[in-house]
């Protein structure tokens, strides 16, 4: 089903995903990232909570935006699977959503620093979560 929610959805998901990508780029090469506004990128993703079960925060972004993208995707060329693929969404997406809020209190309240990227990633995945209700 091609409709303005999987529109969206497909988009927030190309949105994280090429947020997430500049963050690898930078962090692998050891280039710093500039970061706008003021905040601290670098101190953020280079911090003790960078890491979750042992995998680095921004490579378990990149993966789950490629999920979301792949699977925004099949909701147009498989609508057979199109409540299986939205029911997926639904979980898939409040666990990114939680889990961004978490990083975002780790950003306000233990490293009183923040990453404009990293806020915006947890946007992006704030966004896929309330759009996945309404595919």
């Not at 995903?17 to 280079?46: M, Q, S, W």
């Not at 699977?71 to 199109?82: C, K, N, V």
């Not at 029911?87 to 809020?101: C, M, N």
């Amino acid at each position: 089903m091609f409709t303005i929610p999987v529109i969206v959805f497909i988009s927030l998901a190309l949105v994280g995903l090429a947020d997430t990508l500049y963050i690898v780029k930078h962090t692998r090469k050891d280039n710093p990232l500039i970061c706008p506004i003021g905040f601290e990128c670098n101190e953020v993703v280079n911090s003790n909570y960078a890491t979750f079960l042992g995998f680095k925060n921004d490579i378990i972004g990149v993966l789950f935006y490629i999920g979301m993208l792949f699977g925004g995707l099949a909701l147009i060329f498989l609508p057979d699977y199109y409540a299986l693929l939205t029911s997926l969404f639904k979980i898939a997406t409040f666990g990114a959503a939680l889990f961004s809020l978490y990083l975002t209190y780790i950003q306000a309240f233990k490293l009183k620093n923040f990453c404009l990227y990293c806020l915006f990633s947890a946007g992006s995945s704030i966004g896929l979560f309330i759009t996945a209700f309404y595919l």
